[in-house]
């Protein structure tokens, strides 16, 4: 790949050109090889490092990933997540980039289509990459599973508690942990009848993916839930089941890949439920028995 040279930066230019790429043009000539094929890469479209995990961009610059967390350190960023971060503020970003194609202008009425068309369109591609013997493969091991454990930060966080409560009404061990201490700790005492499930959209959530090599190393089967099929947490999964929901760099809350990751996870426990059907139904009669008291 050629080296940078100003041309490279002329077509980024906006109402001003992003510091992201001040600093690496200002830096270029102190990189070695690696660097500056990763300087290459951002250059030549920033927009497209902005939805890339670490993983991909590696994948694409011909390095390494350690590469890439020395590379933005040497431009002034803690890692590879904060330099995404900056660009994506220093980009100007249209309405549509914001949220599919809703403008700024758009009445109730309009937002309400497209954001219900944008999560349909998101179950719609998920179902379509959803590998049937990766989720034959999950069930199995859900329904051999002493304890089902999930791990989740953030958005994710939400997702992992609702599925734990699922599969404790139809008499599945589960349990979801959202802090960082406590899914190291209880990922070092599973065993190997016991089973993970990391949730990452991005796939690069450090301690989820810490989480799940922890228990993979404990002995317990490891499932990861997730958008890029090639991020860290695939790497220390034994099973991997991936979303099609695509969310831009605003889109902080993770809106239609929630929903996907949910539909997913709604499989998992309705074809568990089937599995043990006679189980599960006096499971479920049992806890709405023991919630009776608690409604009007």
Known sequence: MKNISPRHFQQFKRNAEPSTLIKIRGAYSTFQKAEQRIANVISKNPEEIISLSITELAEKSETSESSIVRF???????????LKIALARELVVSPQQIYEEIGPKDAIASVKHKVFNSTI???QETIKILNDRELEKAVEAICKADLLVFYGMAASAAVALDSS?????????????????????????????????????SGSSKDVVEALRIARQSGATTICLTHHTKSPITKVADIKLFTAARETALRSDAMTSRI?????LDVLYVSVALKRYDASLKSIERTKE???????
Request: aromatic fraction near 10%; hydrophobic fraction near 40%.
């Open 72 to 82: 933005c350190k040497s431009i002034g960023y803690k890692g590879y997540y904060e």
């Open 121 to 123: 369109l998101a179950l």
């Open 165 to 201: 409560h699922k599969f404790l009404r139809i008499n599945i061990r589960s349990v979801s942990y959202s802090d960082s201490h406590m899914q190291a700790i209880s990922a070092s005492l599973l065993r190997k009848q016991d089973v993970a499930l990391g949730i990452s959209h």
């Open 260 to 264: 996907a990751q949910l539909a997913i």
């Open 290 to 296: 023991a919630l009776v008291e608690k409604k009007y």
